[in-house]
């Protein structure tokens, strides 16, 4: 099973980057997916969550109204808009699927299962 980020890149602030997360080795149609980040020298921390029929989303405060997650089943992809980056959006971008069937949305890095290595975004002010 393999999650594999990819997408991230320099971009300057204001732009826009797109972020995919595709699946292989098991489908993860019916389960709830996030995206954590991590930048350097912090802690890993949650950025958005989607449920397992992408009918429910939740965006960290940080990037409400700019980032939006979203999902294609069919491709078992899990995707993140990220518009108007800021500098501090600077971050490794991990991917995460939960194991639980039907599930909804978590916040929690603890009740994701299966994660990607990362993709490195970086926001030059």
């Known amino acids: 099973v393999q999650l594999q980020a990819f997408g991230g890149g320099l971009v300057q602030a204001g732009g826009s980057l797109r972020l995919s997360c595709a699946a292989s080795?098991?489908?993860?149609?019916?389960?709830?997916m996030a995206w954590f980040r991590q930048a350097p020298g912090k802690e890993r921390v949650f950025v958005a969550t989607?449920?397992?029929?992408?009918?429910?989303?939740y965006n960290a405060d940080s990037v409400k109204g700019r980032f939006t997650i979203s999902r294609d089943n069919a491709k078992n992809t899990v995707y993140l808009q990220m518009n108007n980056l800021k500098p501090e959006d600077t971050a490794i971008y991990y991917c995460?699927?939960?194991?639980?069937?039907?599930?909804?949305?978590?916040?929690?890095?603890?009740?994701?299962?299966?994660w990607g290595q990362g993709t490195l975004v970086t926001v030059s002010s």
């Open positions: 989607i449920s397992w029929s992408g009918g429910s989303t």
């Open positions: 080795g098991r489908t993860f149609t019916n389960h709830p």
């Open positions: 995460a699927a939960d194991d639980t069937v039907y599930g909804t949305t978590y916040t929690d890095p603890g009740r994701y299962d299966y």
